[in-house]
Structure formats: C-alpha cells, structure tokens
Antibody, heavy 123, light 110 residues
Framework: QVQLVQSGAEVRKPGASVKVSCKAS????????INWVRQAAGQGLEWMGW????????GYAQKFQGRVAMTRHTSNSTAYMELSSLTSDDTAVYYC????????????????WGQGALVTVSS | QSVLTQPPSASGTPGQRVTISCSGS????????VNWYQQLPGTAPKLLMY???QRPSGVPDRFSGSKSGTSASLAISGLQSEDEADYYC???????????FGGGTKLTVL
C-alpha cells in the first residue's frame, strides 16, 4: 500500500530555515511527482510546488520562489522541502502529496497524502 | 483571496442533495480539469474527484462532479453525517504555472 510518512513537528525562530521530509513506500518512488501543499490554522490549502523524483526537476509557486527548495534522495525514497527566511506567516501544516493514482495522473490530482508536519515559527 | 471561488459554507439535512460550486477563469478551470478534495477535521485532504467527474476507487457514487466553462460543481446526494467536512476544488492554472485551490467550503449536516 502506498504511504507517505512525514517528519515530525518543528519549531523555528523568525529568519531560520526548516526542512521537512516525506518518505514514500509501496510504489516506485521515481515514477510519481511529489507536490507540497501547506495549510495555516483555520485556513485553506496553498500549493507550494512540485518535484519530479526521477529527474530532480522542480517547479515552485511564484510566492515561494527564492526561498523554497524541493529535493530528494532516491536511495531511500525520500522527498524534502526546505523553506528559508521563515516568518510567523509560515506557521502551518505542511503536506507532501503524490500526484496521480491507480489510473490517473492529472495536474492537481493527489491520490496520496502524508500525514502533515506542523511548522511553528515563533520568537 | 483564492484564485478559485467557493462559497464559504453549505448545509443540508440527512438524505438531502447539496451542491458546492467552484468558479474560476479561462486560465484554470476553463482550460484544465478540476479536482475536488474532502478534508475531515484534523486530517489530510482526501481526493474525492479528479478530471472533473471521475471518482477514485472507494469514493461512493453519492459524490458526483461536473464542469461547464469556467465553473465546476460537486454534488453530494443522500447526505450523511459523515459528509460533514471542508471541501476544496483545485486546478492547474496556465497563467500562474501552478496549482490553484479554492478557499474551501465548510459543509454542515444539520
């Protein structure tokens, strides 16, 4: 069964960076794009970007360009999202999500999600 | 302000049919498929509908989706108490070169 297991909660000070991991299992890691979506408390979903685990190619939402980096280690089927220059506005739950499912692969269709990782930015 | 516009709330009684709308533009819904997500409190979103009207395996056929022009809709028939959740629409936006979400609709089962 497909699973995405994320790292635990993190607390950072303003100006710092955070790196969240997402370990995939139950499928061939390099076959499916990993996307990152965040959600502030009581707010909606916000797309951050995508990464192709095979090529390492990435695409980021304009809002995060310059301070987000999505990487991967294929040897252990793990994707990473690092966000720098944190402010209190970055306090949110960060989700990794696998694009596609059993027989579909459209943009924005995420058949599998991690459990989320809470990142708190506070002085 | 979300790129895709959804009503903030919707409600219905058990057994009723409710519809949630999602309005966009030619750069997103007008040119790309719409996906719908259900998010129960404290959990990750779950894909409910992809490619406008296709249900992933395991999603009951009480849920249906449609798209016309730059708008899309999610319908839930035979409303059940466990349907009480937040619902989000999403689509690729060619102008922004990324995925955009609606602001979410909180569905209450009265």
């Amino acid at each position: 069964q497909v699973q995405l297991v994320q790292s635990g909660a993190e607390v950072r000070k303003p100006g710092a960076s955070v790196k969240v991991s997402c370990k995939a299992s139950g499928y061939t890691f390099t076959t499916y794009e990993i996307n990152w979506v965040r959600q502030a408390a009581g707010q909606g979903l916000e797309w951050m970007g995508w990464m192709n685990p095979h090529s390492g190619n990435t695409g980021y939402a304009q809002k995060f360009q310059g301070r987000v980096a999505m990487t991967r280690h294929t040897s252990n089927s793990t994707a990473y999202m690092e966000l720098s220059s944190l402010t209190s506005d970055d306090t949110a739950v960060y989700y990794c999500a696998r694009r596609g499912g059993e027989n579909f692969y459209g943009s924005g269709s995420y058949g599998y999600w991690g459990q989320g990782a809470l990142v708190t930015v506070s002085s | 302000q979300s790129v895709l516009t959804q009503p903030p709330s919707a409600s219905g009684t058990p057994g009723q049919r409710v519809t949630i709308s999602c309005s966009g533009s030619s750069s997103n819904i007008g040119s790309n498929p719409v996906n719908w997500y259900q998010q129960l409190p404290g959990t990750a979103p779950k894909l409910l509908m992809y490619n406008n009207s296709q249900r992933p395996s395991g999603v009951p056929d009480r849920f249906s989706g449609s798209k016309s022009g730059t708008s899309a809709s999610l319908a839930i028939s035979g409303l059940q108490s466990e349907d009480e959740a937040d619902y989000y629409c999403a689509a690729w936006d060619v102008r922004l070169n990324g995925v955009v979400f609606g602001g979410g609709t909180k569905l209450t089962v009265l």
